[in-house]
């Protein structure tokens, strides 16, 4: 069966060539998926960002149709950082963060940088047709550091919002909230704070609603590790709001502890933050609602600055990969957004590999698992490197020696058994679906060139493996 000749993945989205990290601009317009990306085209080590785009119809085949926004004008020439996308009659606006490193001996955190929201709008959705600055670091009150960035847009009762994620010079995360009638002029409504310090610096914020549930989405830096929790060098992960912090007359949680929190902060709950993913390699999740209506949510599969950041996919002039786009679900009963690969990657379903009671397949490059236990014991081995280990509460993720680079152990304390998984697993990426998309753990996965593809299970799990095709990435 297949060898593994090069860690080019065949289900997940790659950087034509060199570097990419956050999803951006998502959105769909006229059946028309458009996947943005932060991209350095040039380097697989990351250096002055674009956006690159790949569009798709199906989510099974893509076009890469290049470099859709470069650093162009005075007010982006650092970088054309992440936002958001959305789709305004026929037109897709983007909003962004255009980042500028003035010259000088400066910290770039508290002074020295221009974080700036420029909108780019786009008539055929391939190319950008012009781009206009929205704000700048004098809009941003005033205990604001330069670190105000990716804007999420979107649209309730006739008015626009808008998210950025901040770091106070004090050194605190924190959300802030504007408002707009026409999506080009912009007011300060609020910010969203929690109770105590959570982390210096919130990334990526989005705010959306599921099955009347407002979830607000933010990827927290600074948070010390724990063994069931934070345990990556950033995280990602959100929380359940009882109302809508875009509405003025809602006060927030009451409990306010922090110094330095304004009368006009929203507060919420720190510990009632929940992780995304809790494999090695999520962060940045961006959501947007499709036209059939689904809220889908995609994440990068990598941590900015971690020091394992030292993928073999370099050597190929690579690195980095986007998840799977997600369906996200609200559950109800447990208070929690479930997630689960849009129904459309089941068309890649091509026949089952037979395996025998020592669980012992033999595999194709690409394939999917999907069992179930009745005790939740058991583990399964892929490619005698990685270890997915189910003891009753507690699951692991574990490389075995250096096949990590640099990574060693994820661990989840669950509310229950595993009881179902589904698998998806790419020449060099693994997604884990836990009971019904509770819990997700995602991670590049680099087994040995010229390796047949191994998979050893034991314990309590009755599977069925099924061969993959291939998605169709046109460059
Ligand atoms: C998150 C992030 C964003 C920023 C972008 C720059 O990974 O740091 O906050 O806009 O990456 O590439």
Redesign the pocket.
């Known amino acids: 069966m297949d060898k593994i000749k090069s860690y080019i993945p065949k289900l997940h989205i790659m950087p034509p060539t060199g570097w990419l990290?956050?999803p951006n601009g998502l959105c769909q317009l006229g059946g028309l998926y458009h996947i943005f990306f932060?991209y350095s085209p040039d380097t697989p080590l990351?250096a002055l960002?674009s956006w690159g785009q790949y569009i798709t119809k199906d989510f099974l085949t893509y076009e890469y149709t290049g470099e859709y926004m470069k650093p162009d004008i005075p007010e982006d020439k650092d970088?054309v950082?992440?936002?958001c996308g959305l789709v305004h009659g026929n037109e897709i606006y983007t909003y962004?963060?255009g980042?500028v490193k003035m010259e000088g001996d400066y910290d770039y955190v508290y002074k020295g940088r221009g974080h700036n929201v420029i909108l780019g709008r786009s008539r055929d959705g391939i190319h950008c047709d012009d781009k206009k600055v929205l704000l700048t670091n004098n809009d941003y009150p005033s205990n604001m550091s330069c670190h105000v960035?990716?804007p999420k847009v979107f649209k309730q009762d006739d008015k626009y919002y808008m998210v950025l994620?901040a770091r106070t010079n004090e050194d605190a995360g924190c959300v802030m909230i504007y408002s707009s009638e026409d999506m080009f002029n912009w007011e300060f409504e609020r910010f969203v704070d929690s109770a105590d310090r959570f982390g210096f610096m919130w990334?990526?914020p989005d705010l959306f609603t599921l099955a009347d549930k407002h979830i607000l989405s933010f990827?927290p830096q600074g948070l010390d590790a724990e063994e069931y929790r934070y345990q990556n060098l950033?995280q990602s992960g959100y929380m359940v709001l009882d109302d809508k912090p875009w509405d003025m007359n809602c006060k927030g949680f009451s409990d306010r502890k922090r110094e330095g929190i304004s009368p006009a902060s929203y507060v919420v709950d720190e510990n009632k933050f929940t992780e995304w993913d809790m494999g090695f390699d999520f962060?940045?999740p961006q959501s947007f609602v499709d036209e059939k209506g689904r809220t889908i949510l995609i994440g990068?599969m990598?941590i900015?600055g971690a020091d394992y950041d030292h993928d073999p996919s370099i050597e190929e002039g690579w690195q980095h990969m986007l998840t799977l786009p997600r369906v996200l679900t609200y559950d109800n009963t447990l208070g929690i957004v479930r997630q689960n690969p849009v129904e459309e990657i089941q068309n890649l379903r091509d026949g089952v590999v037979a395996g025998d009671m020592d669980g012992n397949y033999d595999l194709p490059g690409i394939y999917e698992l999907a069992g179930k236990s009745a005790t939740g014991f058991f583990e399964i081995i892929f490619d005698s490197s990685l270890v997915f280990k189910a003891d009753d509460r507690e699951v692991s993720l574990k490389f075995a020696g250096d096949t990590g680079y640099g990574r060693s152990i994820r661990k989840i304390k669950m509310s229950c058994k595993v009881q179902n998984i589904r698998i998806i697993s790419d020449v060099s990426a693994v997604e884990i679906y836990i009971n019904d998309g509770q819990y997700v753990m995602t991670t590049k996965h680099y087994p040995k060139k010229d390796m047949k593809r191994e998979l050893k299970i034991t314990g309590d799990m009755d599977l069925t493996c099924y061969k993959l095709k291939s998605m169709v990435f046109k460059k």
């Open positions: 990290n956050d932060q990351g960002k970088g950082y992440s936002g962004y963060t980042n960035r990716d994620g990334e990526c990827s950033f962060y940045a990068w990598g900015p």
